[in-house]
């Protein structure tokens, strides 16, 4: 795994959510846009939707490779790191972090199913931290009991949930209404990753305004490639935006080749590099 503390040309693990805790929003209440007449049927023809376990699991080492330099997802649900982009602790297989209130609800969950567990006791600090980059009340001793949880499959299993629910089912259902392909889908969930789906202007909420701006979906009649080209545009504007997400080869090289190859439904062989580093699902 790189860190960008250490290896600042290789920017893996940039925080990609606005802080909205502290407006007392949640990244998972807003609505989403939603086509009157969409149907939320399967998406280009021949396709199966990124929910397909396979296509889930492809979905998670494609993140993985941008995120943490390895394709390796299962392997960090014990990554903890504050790599200083004012959102405190960054952890587990999606950057849970302190300050934007995404750590918080993972562990009242986890608490929720197992009281008692190594992290409930730090449950008051993570309410008092949340919409700031402060670690009071978490150190010293909370990396190493986020390490040591992650070691429970229970707490494994509340990443996997909490991920789900925030992050890869609204992606998933919104393309799903917008009747794109698996590639599509999983160009909504690279981007709710990392930008969230707040109300600011570079959420995937609002990349998505400014791809419907330039190209219509199939559900709005429109043409599957040029949508996700318009798509893909608005994304590297709003990565730009931030200097932590300025290196854009995770759309570049990697969603933009597929999508250039006409693999639509996300096949595999996939060939992509992300940081310059090449990968391969055979």
């Known amino acids: ?165 925030v992050y890869f089912n609204p992606a998933v259902q919104q393309g799903k209404a917008d009747r794109i392909g698996t590639l599509g889908q999983f160009a909504y969930y690279d981007a709710i990753v990392m930008h969230g789906n707040g109300d600011d202007p570079t959420s995937f909420r609002n990349i998505r305004k400014r791809a419907l701006n330039k190209a219509k979906p199939p559900a709005q009649g429109g043409d599957e490639v040029a949508y996700l080209n318009a798509f893909l545009d608005a994304r590297v504007w709003a990565m730009k935006q931030e200097e932590a997400h300025s290196d854009t080869s995770r759309v570049d090289t990697e969603q933009r080749v597929f999508l250039r190859n006409g693999n639509l439904c996300l096949d595999t062989p996939l060939n992509w590099k992300v940081y310059g580093d090449s990968y391969h699902i055979g």
Not at 3 to 16: G, K, L, Q, T
Not at 80 to 99: L, P
Not at 105 to 111: G, I
Request: aromatic fraction near 6%; charged fraction near 25%.
């Open 1 to 165: 795994m790189r860190h960008p503390s250490s290896d600042p040309a290789h920017p893996a693990r940039i925080a990609r959510r606005t802080v909205l805790v502290a407006a007392g929003a949640s990244l998972a209440a807003a609505p989403f846009l939603r086509p009157s007449h969409a149907s939320a049927t399967p998406a280009a023809a021949g396709c199966v939707d990124l929910d397909d376990p396979a296509k889930k699991e492809i979905a998670m080492k494609l993140v993985s490779s941008a995120e943490n330099s390895s394709l390796d997802w299962k392997a960090q649900y014990k990554y903890i790191e504050d790599i200083g982009d004012g959102r405190g602790y960054t952890a587990g297989i999606i950057g849970f972090c302190s300050g934007t209130g995404d750590m918080l609800d993972l562990v009242q969950l986890y608490t929720d199913r197992k009281p008692g567990n190594v992290l409930a006791k730090y449950l008051p600090a993570l309410r008092a931290v949340n919409g700031s980059d402060s670690h009071e009340g978490l150190d010293p001793n909370f990396p190493r009991d986020w390490r040591k949880a992650a070691q429970d499959t229970a707490f494994q299993q509340a990443q996997n949930d909490e991920r789900d629910r």
